[in-house]
């Protein structure tokens, strides 16, 4: 059969259309009855933590030095009690206050009393005059009490010490 005939055309858009039904099937189920919305709170947690950056050896597939890889440990004080453990890459731009990161932490503790843990995916830029930072709670990374939790943090530094503020939800908080 030609890979461009119509019986051809047409089989594999048949299968592509039932692998979709299927997937939709399977990710859009339901339990049978009458479905209870959850109810979920804002809370807000807010502290200061300390840092530790330990550089990592250069990815030798990663063309140029611009590139640098880190690991990450944190100690979280205040309404999140707890320590965290990631890494990160970052780039240093060539005029000078600019560049960006992205990283990963798993933090494991208390939150607001709840213990478990979750995962934070960072993403930040910088330039001269200005700062984006966006810290995230990623969706389904929560576990223990902490199960269902969704939310972002910001940093401030000020002084060289590090504070945070974490707005999240929690089902059933």
């Known amino acids: 059969m ?3 005939s119509p019986g051809r055309i047409l089989f594999v858009s048949s299968a592509c259309l039932c692998l979709a039904l299927a997937f939709a099937l399977h990710v859009g189920a339901q339990p049978a009855g009458p479905r209870q919305e959850e109810k979920t709170v804002s ?3 807010a502290g200061t933590f300390e840092v530790k950056l330990t550089p990592q050896p ?6 140029g030095a611009e590139i640098s890889r880190f690991l990450l440990e944190k100690q979280f004080h205040g309404g999140l009690e707890a320590t965290s453990q990631g890494q990160m890459l970052a780039f240093g731009g060539a005029q000078k206050g600019s560049g960006g ?5 798993r ?25 984006q930072l966006s810290i ?13 939790l969704a939310g972002s943090m910001n940093i401030v530094i000020e002084a060289g010490k590090h504070s945070y503020a974490f707005d999240f939800t929690l089902p059933g908080a």
């Open 101 to 105: 990161y992205v990283a990963i932490e």
């Open 136 to 148: 995230a709670v990623i969706p389904g990374s929560g576990t223990g009490q902490l199960a269902g």
């Open 43 to 45: 809370l807000h947690a």
């Open 58 to 63: 250069a990815d030798p597939a990663v063309a």
């Open 2 to 4: 030609n890979l461009h």
């Open 107 to 131: 933090v494991t503790g208390t939150l607001d009393g709840r213990t478990g843990s979750f995962a934070l995916q960072h993403s930040g830029r910088m330039q001269p005059g200005a700062t």
